[in-house]
Nanobody, 116 residues
Framework: QVQLVESGGGLVQPGGSLRLSCVVSGATFSLHAVRWYRQAPGKERELVAAITGVYTNYADSVKGRFTISKDDAKNTVYLQMNSLKPEDTGVYYC???????????WGQGTQVTVSS
């Protein structure tokens, strides 16, 4: 079964940095299109960053601060988060899609808290 596991979250002060990891296991397809989402309490889940092949896209709120990347050999996608702000607080999820079935696969999420 395809499984995505996020890690790297934690408590950080404003202006600090965190690097999230998303390890994909059990997939018969290679990493191609992976997205990072986040969800704050009481709010809808929002797209933060995406990587499709060699192309990346970011939400306006994180442009210049977050970087998405991947290591195909490790089946891992990363989200480097710099200059963190309190509004970045939330549960961060990674998602990928089976290109054959279009079925999405979500991780369980990792908590990021930005607070002084």
């Amino acid at each position: 079964q395809v499984q995505l596991v996020e890690s790297g979250g934690g408590l950080v002060q404003p202006g600090g940095s965190l690097r999230l990891s998303c390890v994909v296991s059990g997939a018969t397809f290679s990493l191609h299109a992976v997205r990072w989402y986040r969800q704050a309490p009481g709010k809808e889940r929002e797209l933060v960053a995406a990587i499709t092949g060699v192309y990346t896209n970011y939400a306006d709120s994180v442009k210049g601060r977050f970087t998405i990347s991947k290591d195909d050999a490790k089946n891992t996608v990363y989200l480097q988060m710099n200059s963190l702000k309190p509004e970045d607080t939330g549960v961060y999820y990674c998602r990928t899609v089976d290109p054959g079935t279009s079925s999405p696969y979500w991780g369980q999420g990792t908590q990021v808290t930005v607070s002084s």
